[in-house]
Nanobody, 121 residues
Framework: QVQLVESGGGLVQAGGSLRLSCAAS????????MGWFRQAPEKEREFVAV????????DYADSVKGRFTISRDNANNTVNLQMNSLKPEDTAIYYC??????????????WGQGTQVTVSS
């Protein structure tokens, strides 16, 4: 059974940092690109970041570029999202997802249950 389990969410003040992690099981992790998405209240789910199966290339939404960093550890089946200089508009439920492909922004195959990130002003 495929499982993607996010952790690391919480409450942080504007300007602070959080590190999200996603632990994957039930898939050949190194064969999948891994992405992060988020959904804010009253907003549609949006793409945040993606990393290739081998960790050599990344892509970011313009809204987080320069502040967030995605990384992966294929030996431990984990993908991370380091979030710095957080803003209140970053408040959302953050989802980890897996997909076959290069650096896609949609059509993901598997999803985690999400972890809440709240940034106070």
């Amino acid at each position: 059974q495929v499982q993607l389990v996010e952790s690391g969410g919480g409450l942080v003040q504007a300007g602070g940092s959080l590190r999200l992690s996603c632990a994957a099981s039930g898939i050949s992790f190194s064969r999948y690109a891994m992405g992060w998405f988020r959904q804010a209240p009253e907003k549609e789910r949006e793409f945040v970041a993606v990393i290739t199966y081998n960790g050599r290339m990344t892509d970011y939404a313009d809204s987080v570029k320069g502040r967030f960093t995605i990384s992966r550890d294929n030996a431990n089946n984990t993908v991370n999202l380091q979030m710095n200089s957080l803003k209140p508009e970053d408040t959302a439920i953050y989802y980890c997802a897996a997909v076959t492909g290069w650096l896609p922004r949609d059509n993901y195959d598997y999803w985690g249950q999400g972890t809440q990130v709240t940034v106070s002003s």
